[in-house]
């Protein structure tokens, strides 16, 4: 099963994901899709976040 990381939120040079409801992760920003916004859905695929579907 893929992880999901909803956005949450922002904070200083990351974005405060939930992954898969449970848990919480600090991803650096300049590892996101530029466009991302809080509520987005990011999946980890070929060694990229990415926007989930």
Do not use: Q
């Not at 999901?4 to 990351?14: A, T, V």
């Not at 809080?38 to 989930?52: E, I, T, W």
């Amino acid at each position: 099963m893929d992880v999901r990381y909803k956005i949450d939120r922002f904070e200083e040079d990351f974005a405060v994901c939930i992954a898969n409801g449970e848990r919480t992760v600090n991803i650096p920003f300049e590892i996101i899709p530029a466009d991302s916004v809080v509520g987005d859905s990011l999946v980890y695929v070929d060694g990229a976040y990415k926007k989930a579907d």
